[in-house]
């Protein structure tokens, strides 16, 4: 098993551009989620997900929208990219909503 | 201990040294705890975890001591490795305005000298 994988690792947007961080698991976890983590702090929820077709927003949705049309996949969007959003983000599944399994995360800068 | 803010707190230990990491928590209705390790440039790693209806739990060279009355958790690793030296997270779980997550701590940076 790959476990959770994201892609990219690293990105660069400018300001106003706008890209989808890939998250796919092979476990057949029903709970997925996306993190974000600013230096130095903890993470933060952005969005997560119970099962495919449905989505809720954490602590900080603003700026982010996500989607789960399938089992293995939660793609997180940012339409409209902010300095505010610059972070790495880390995708995670489970099989419950209690240990949770994470990617090796994006590392994003908008500039 | 956990704070929030820019600067983690860190902890300095000898290299067979126990190490002990602590965790304050604000919800008393939380009922399930868990320790991440995550070293630089990587993802959380699961270490344990534990539910609110115990107060120990002992995993290989890692034990979690959870105290609801002060609402405290800590991580005690015995004979600390350079292998362990990360940035240690605390995170629980509860029902909080309809949403069950995974709330995280701001993380405390465990040094391990040789």
């Known amino acids: 098993n790959a476990g959770v994988t994201q892609t990219p690792k690293f990105r660069i947007l400018k300001i106003g551009q706008s890209m989808t961080l890939q998250c796919a698991q092979d476990?057949?976890?029903?709970?997925m989620y996306w993190y974000r983590q600013d230096p130095g702090m903890g993470l933060k929820l952005i969005y997560y997900?119970?099962?495919?077709?449905?989505?809720d927003k954490g602590e900080v949705p603003n700026g982010y929208n996500v989607s789960r049309s399938t089992t293995e996949d939660f793609p997180l969007r940012l339409e409209l990219a902010a300095p505010s959003q610059t972070s790495v983000y880390f995708c995670?599944?489970?099989?419950?909503?209690?240990?949770?399994?994470f990617g090796s995360g994006t590392q994003l800068s908008v500039l | 201990g956990e704070s929030v803010g820019l600067h983690l707190p860190t902890l300095s230990v000898q290299e067979g040294d126990n190490s002990i990491i602590n965790c304050a928590y604000s919800?008393?209705?939380?009922?399930?705890f868990i320790w991440y390790k995550q070293e630089s440039g990587k993802g959380p790693q699961f270490i344990i975890d534990?539910?609110?209806?115990?107060d120990k739990r002992q995993g290989q060279r890692v034990t979690v001591l959870l105290n609801k009355t002060v609402k405290h958790l800590s991580l005690q690793i015995a004979a600390t490795q350079p292998g362990d030296s990360a940035v240690y997270f605390c995170?629980?779980?509860?029902?909080?305005?309809?949403?069950?997550?995974?709330?995280f701590g701001s993380g405390t940076r465990l040094q391990v000298q040789p």
């Open positions: 995670a599944s489970s099989y419950s909503d209690e240990k949770l399994f």
């Open positions: 534990i539910r609110s209806n115990m």
């Open positions: 919800n008393s209705a939380s009922d399930y």
């Open positions: 476990m057949n976890h029903n709970y």
């Open positions: 995170a629980e779980n509860s029902e909080d305005t309809g949403r069950r997550a995974l709330t």
């Open positions: 997900s119970v099962g495919a077709g449905i989505t």
